[in-house]
């Protein structure tokens, strides 16, 4: 039963991969939004849906038009789905008007929010979720409107938590956001068993959960807010430590001198410095030395780094290539990193050239750059690292996502460490196995899976033999399976594919991707 469900959220995760991460959460919300605006009609929540209709057209004007100016001004692409979310994002929070001074405050918590990402901003990233500042200032000042969090009713408790369980799936995020609402949850049970000492045991165990569940804003906030990415810390156990503080103080608000609570939107604004702290690194020069194909689609770019970098074997970086003109993608990508911590000064990435008719205009400008280039990595993240100790494993890894395991694979070889591990390396043909060499140096057994049979294989390689490479397949070749950690690196239907028989090694972990 638990392969069965693991591999249908793999292949939701493969059908919800296909759309970019904005849109989808823009379409989650528009679905919230229209579920709302029919409750409004049979008054199963608070707002009429005038008020909706009206909030909703002034906050996506006014964040619009801000973000279109801003980003105009600093030579940005106008991200419409940004902008639409964040207005979607405050309809839900804030308390939906209707005469002049309510839609004035309204209009002011809009352009508070979109202004807030680019002047409260780190090296391009936001620091604050926008509508939560937005939402904080106008209530705390009084500035026309309040954040009522009207969300919060049971009849949207189910819309929300369908649609925000699929954004989780879609942002990897459902382990912490599942921390976020038990220990709100827990907390406000504690705290109304101190404050309601009086209340039957029935009470704290039935109701309280009920109430801290159906008519709070705690599924919102974690789903659609708490998740997003941009805010968030690079590491799993940072995520859970700011969830965790997130989610005290959403259900045990404190008081500050009886003026103010931070509960809620405060609550998140919290968690969203306490990750930047965690986040927080200057961003590090790097130089091209040499680019160059490793097979017939895929390239290598080998940087000497102007000073120092911090990783580890396994993780992430983000590269930013300045260009004129970015779409709307920007010109910041992720890209697993294929040497090892100890090949520093020297850094290399991998990518494999994709569409060719219609590139991105990031793959262009990183295309065009030439040796003596300088480029930055704004950040290094990830947990697709190794697990401590001498714990045997294994490695699926699918085209371009062999590069996490080259890191792993040279760090233990350099170190000296001494692993049990073996790599499943998965290519549409011979030609497109990549590192060859440096793979084949470690001494790590290899079991190849290509239509075509690879000529002249190093020691320590065998070729599958036309095996189709689903769970029986992997079984078959990896018959210590159970006795293994399992990490897999590629795109989700293939981890889809697998899923039933990788949930039978000691641990799974997986690192989809989708191209750049």
Known sequence: MISSLTASRQRVLAVLAAISMYRFVLFALIGLAVIALGLSFFDEIGPTAVELLATFVVLALVISGV?????????????????????????FVLQPQLTLPGLGGIALA????????????WRGRHILNPAAFGAAVVSVFGLGTTASWW?????????????????????????????????????SVVRQAVQLPAAGLDFFLGDSIGMALLQSPILF??????????????????????????????????????????????ALLIGNLLAFAFALRGSVRLVLEKREFVTPTVQELTFRTKSRLRFLAGQYLE????????????????????SAPSDLPTLRIAYKNGDQQHPSSYKR????????????????????????????????????????????????????????????YVASDAAELA?????????????????????????????????????DGLEQVVPDLPTRHAYISGPPRLIADLAPALQKARSLTTDAFAGY
């Open 435 to 471: 590192f060859r060499d440096e793979l084949a140096a470690t001494g790590v057994p290899v079991i190849v899976f290509t239509r075509d049979r690879p000529l002249d294989l190093p020691a320590h390689w065998t070729w599958a033999r036309g095996v189709r490479l689903d769970a």
């Open 365 to 424: 400008a990183l295309a065009e750059a030439q040796p003596g280039a300088v480029l930055a990595v704004t950040g290094t993240w990830g947990d697709f690292v190794l697990p401590r100790g001498e714990a045997p494993v294994l490695m699926v890894a699918a085209g371009i996502g062999v590069t996490p395991f080259v890191s792993q694979l040279r760090e233990l070889h350099g170190t000296g460490a001494d692993r049990d591990a073996v790599l499943i």
């Open 67 to 91: 973000d279109a100016a801003a980003q105009r001004i600093l030579r940005l692409p106008w991200r419409v789905e940004s902008s639409l979310v964040t207005s979607l994002i405050l309809l």
């Open 221 to 266: 906030l974690g789903a659609f807010m708490l998740s997003e990415p941009l805010t968030l810390p690079p590491r799993r156990w940072q995520q859970f430590w700011v969830a965790a503080v997130v989610g005290m103080l959403v259900g045990w608000p404190i008081s500050i001198a009886g003026l103010l609570t931070l509960g809620q939107e405060r």
């Open 319 to 338: 590269l930013d290539v300045p260009h004129h003109r970015p779409d709307a993608r920007g010109t910041r990508r992720e890209f697993s990193i294929l």
């Open 110 to 121: 809009g352009a508070l929010a979109s202004l807030s990402k680019y002047v409260i901003a």
């Open 151 to 187: 969300v919060g009713t049971p009849a949207m408790a189910v819309p929300v938590a369908v649609l925000g369980l699929l954004v989780l799936w879609r942002t990897e995020k459902v382990r912490v956001v599942l921390l976020f609402v038990v220990i709100a949850v827990g907390t």
